[in-house]
């Protein structure tokens, strides 16, 4: 996070991988599924002012 004046700049980076395609689950009984892992990356930044007058 940045801030200068009035402005404020703020960012992250987010990435997530996995080994692997898919993991199997059991549910006990004899219940077995699979499910997959959720990957991928993502940015976020976000730019703001305040004014002279606090809005």
Do not use: C, H, P
């Amino acid at each position: 996070m940045f801030k200068y004046k009035g402005w404020v700049v703020a960012g992250e980076y987010a990435n997530k991988k996995a080994l692997g395609d898919r993991i199997k689950i059991d549910e006990g009984a004899g219940e077995e599924f699979l499910s997959n892992y959720y990957t991928g990356e993502g940015i976020n930044v976000q730019l703001g002012y305040l004014f002279e007058n606090n809005v």
